[in-house]
């Protein structure tokens, strides 16, 4: 089955820059979903379709898709950006068609 | 406004089934495209997808799991129901169910607030 893999952790100072990626083979072929989950609650949509955001979501967050690696951009980072980010693709060629990362921990200095 | 709530026992012992209850509202699983999944989470680990229903019944499962699972839909009571035999302590985990939205591809728009599923004697 399909494989995305995302660094354990990220860490950035307020207001700065936070690039967090998820690698797959050719996932610049895929569309690229990421959710973001706080402490003790559910995954919330935070980017659909490589770089749509849902309705609510900060335009802060924006995302790209290319190649082997799909980015997740948060810019000006604040305190309450900290959190768990996901990212996930639809494999349909695969038996595991839903395929999510192993999630990446964002630590705002 | 589209909610979703999961229920059933918080605690299971070893080789039970757990069945799992997901009861939502703002959107019907009989229109076209829509779907239901079920993710699951063990503390402090990754999501980890499970099952999807679309609305004419069709079902994934994820191949280490198929086994063991079963996923229906009772469209009349806006409820889907998840089902795991042979529940082991690695079960341990928070289940989510979540709404697919209708589009061409898989992904998860509204999520439940999770329920945690322990697995103990």
């Known amino acids: 089955s399909y494989v995305l893999t995302q660094p354990p952790s990220v860490s950035v100072a307020p207001g700065k820059t936070a690039r967090i990626t998820c690698g797959g083979n050719n996932i610049g072929s895929k569309s690229v979903h990421w959710y973001q989950q706080k402490p003790g609650q559910a995954p919330v949509l935070v980017i659909y379709?490589?770089?749509d955001r849902p309705s609510g979501i900060p335009e802060r967050f924006s995302g790209s898709n290319s190649g082997n690696t799909a980015t997740l951009t948060i810019s000006r980072v604040e305190a309450g950006d900290e959190a768990d980010y996901y990212c996930?693709?639809?494999?349909?060629?695969?038996?595991?068609?839903?395929?999510f990362g192993g999630g990446t921990k964002l630590t705002v200095l | 406004q589209i909610t979703l709530k999961e229920s059933g026992p918080t605690l299971v012992k070893p080789t039970q089934t757990l069945t799992l209850t997901c009861t939502f509202s703002g959107f019907s699983l009989s229109t076209s495209g829509v779907g239901v999944g079920w993710i699951r989470q063990p503390p402090g680990k990754a999501l980890e997808w499970l099952a999807l229903i679309y609305w004419d019944d069709d079902k994934r499962y994820s191949p280490s799991l198929k086994s063991r699972l079963t996923i229906t839909k009772d469209t009349s009571k806006n409820q889907v129901v998840l089902t795991m035999t042979n529940m082991d302590p690695v079960d341990t985990a928070t289940y989510y169910c979540?709404?697919?939205?209708?589009?061409?591809?898989?992904?998860?728009?509204?999520w439940g607030q999770g329920t945690l599923v322990t697995v103990s004697s």
């Open positions: 996930q693709v639809w494999d349909s060629s695969s038996d595991h068609p839903v395929v």
């Open positions: 979540a709404h697919r939205v209708a589009t061409r591809v898989v992904y998860f728009d509204y």
């Open positions: 379709y490589d770089s």
